[in-house]
């Protein structure tokens, strides 16, 4: 394999990651949602029942896109809206059975993904890769202005 450059990181990881929303788009059709629609799922399953701001600062779209998402996936029986305890305007999303169930099996879909992605690669380079990309993350966080809540 060729020696890659520093200047070659953001391409690489670019590629990375439209390759395996691609890939993953493709081994998740069977269930019927888009990938902007597993997206927002996989984030009302981890963030528990998460308002529709929160969900559109999560995703970095527009909350009026997350509001259409949101009504095609309730429509869907994959979500359901349900009001905040404190306050009145702001409702919560939370993930239907159906959702849940098809949640644990997109997960067993990613984990393939990911080994197919990883051919080749050692258990020592997995670990290398991850505490780099986790570093990364971190360095790259830590230079972003604090965020004004939206809730």
Known sequence: MKKTSIEDLGILIHDTGRLLRKNFERRGQAFGLSTAQWRLLVRVVRERDPTQARLAELMEIEPI??????????????VKRSPHETDRRVKRVVPTDKSLAAYSKIKAVAADLFEDALQGVDEEQREVLMTALVTMVANLSESLPAAEPVD
């Open 65 to 78: 896109s997350v509001s259409r998402l949101i009504d095609r996936m309730e429509q869907g029986g994959w």
